[in-house]
């Protein structure tokens, strides 16, 4: 590795003061802070990503190393450090002789001297939920830690305009190597990060961007051509389009969300696809008049409610400091009264899936759980008998529950319901 540029440590330094203010998604204050530096070359740039991320990514061993004084330049000096560069190359930004022993003793710092939570790299009540539900020590540092890692680029390959195949052979020849995703059967992953938007096969429809747990989702709902289908919680609409290309672009389609926007990002999604059967509607609220006028009439009904995102954490780092426990209580009122809600439109004989990209019980089976004994006319479908009807080699039992320490995917869960009665 070369030596750490000044100018390129003072620019990340900046970002990652933004960052960790918690006031944005990380994401979003990268955007900004780049448009703010159009001088900044693409290498330059992932340089500064990298970095941010990476610190948030570890934030609670980087904050252990730095204490007592975790100050934002400490905590880059720190990352930078334990990424495996010597302490020759930060002679052009520490000139400080206290900085530079601090630099030399970061490397040594014992894991021993950390608690549960801060060697699963999760919050403190985050760590507590899970162990109060049952998890041992040992898969809380796992998940915790493998949520921590960046994601893989997963893509879902609309097989209505062309195979998984096809699309393969045409990724190679644009030097992207991807291979199948082990249980989606239309999901790609490629290597590395490339930029698909700008490809032919992503501005013809042929592929969309989608981490394979999000697909599997979909399989849950195992929608049928000609069928009456409503995606409840359908923000921009990444399984929308993946029950419309199941549906083979037949019967019809609901995608319903709050937000005008969140269905603004839909619509360029939705030409690209090549979909005819999809009808977004803004709703005010879950008990919008829209949702009682379909009550009863519904084949399927796929509810992805909005949820912590702790199981987004490879993307999303900053959430787990975003996040609280008492958000999340906050959360559950409105995911048990999303789900009940949705569930009126299903018909006798339909099926209604509660998902969300969580790991935590009371945002997952505590719902279904609570909702299934309130609605003695639904009952629990088990998921991995759906999955093994699709000849789809994935058992997590009555629900899925997938992680990227056990499935490579982000962490999703969903339970499969049909109305009885």
């Not at 540092?141 to 209505?160: C, E, F, H, I, K």
């Amino acid at each position: 590795m070369s030596s750490i540029k000044p100018e390129l440590f003072a620019a990340s330094l900046t970002a990652l003061r933004a960052a960790i203010s918690f006031s944005a998604p990380a994401d979003a204050v990268l955007s900004r802070f780049f448009r703010e530096n159009p001088n900044l070359g693409s290498h330059d740039r992932q340089f500064v990503a990298e970095a941010v991320f990476g610190v948030l990514r570890k934030k609670r061993l980087l904050d252990r190393v730095c204490a007592p004084d975790s100050n934002p330049r400490r905590l880059l000096l720190a990352w930078l450090a334990r990424s495996g560069r010597n302490l020759r190359e930060f002679e052009a930004v520490v000139t400080r002789d206290d900085e530079r022993a601090f630099v030399g003793s970061v490397k040594g710092f014992s894991l021993d001297q950390l608690s549960l939570a801060e060697r699963a790299e999760l919050p403190d009540w985050v760590a507590d939920e899970l162990q109060a539900a049952g998890m041992p020590d040992a898969d809380i540092v796992t998940l915790g830690q493998s949520l921590s890692q960046a994601a893989p680029l997963d893509l879902r390959v609309n097989v209505g305009k062309m195979k998984r195949e096809s699309v393969q052979v045409e990724l190679a020849a644009h030097g992207i190597h991807a291979e199948p995703t082990p249980y989606s059967p239309f999901g790609l992953r490629a290597q590395g990060k490339p930029a698909v938007n700008r490809l032919g096969l992503f501005t013809a429809g042929a592929i969309e961007v989608q981490d394979e747990g999000s697909q599997l989702l979909g399989l849950l709902v195992g929608p049928k051509r000609g069928e009456m289908v409503a995606d409840f919680c359908a923000g921009a609409g990444g399984k929308t389009l993946l029950l419309g290309m199941l549906m083979a672009s037949t019967g019809r389609l609901y995608a319903f969300d709050v937000a005008e926007k969140r269905l603004a990002n839909l619509k360029p999604r939705l030409a690209r696809s090549g979909l005819s059967n999809v009808q977004p509607q803004r709703i005010e609220s879950e008990n919008d008049s829209r949702i009682k006028r379909l009550a009863g009439k519904l084949d399927r009904v796929l509810v992805d409610a909005p949820c912590s995102g702790m199981g987004t954490l490879r993307r999303n780092p900053d959430l787990k400091f975003r996040q609280s426990a008492q958000s999340v209580d906050e959360l559950n009122a409105k995911q048990a009264s999303i789900l009940a809600s949705a569930a009126r439109m299903v018909k006798v004989g339909g099926r209604l899936v509660y998902a969300t990209c969580s790991i935590l019980p009371r945002e997952n089976q505590g719902i279904v759980d609570a909702f299934l004994q309130a609605h003695p006319g639904f009952a629990l479908v088990p998921a991995n008998e759906v999955l093994a009807e699709q000849k789809i080699g994935l058992d997590t039992g009555p629900y899925l529950q997938l992680n990227p320490a056990a499935h490579g995917c982000d962490g999703f869960f969903a339970a499969v319901l049909t109305r009885v009665a």
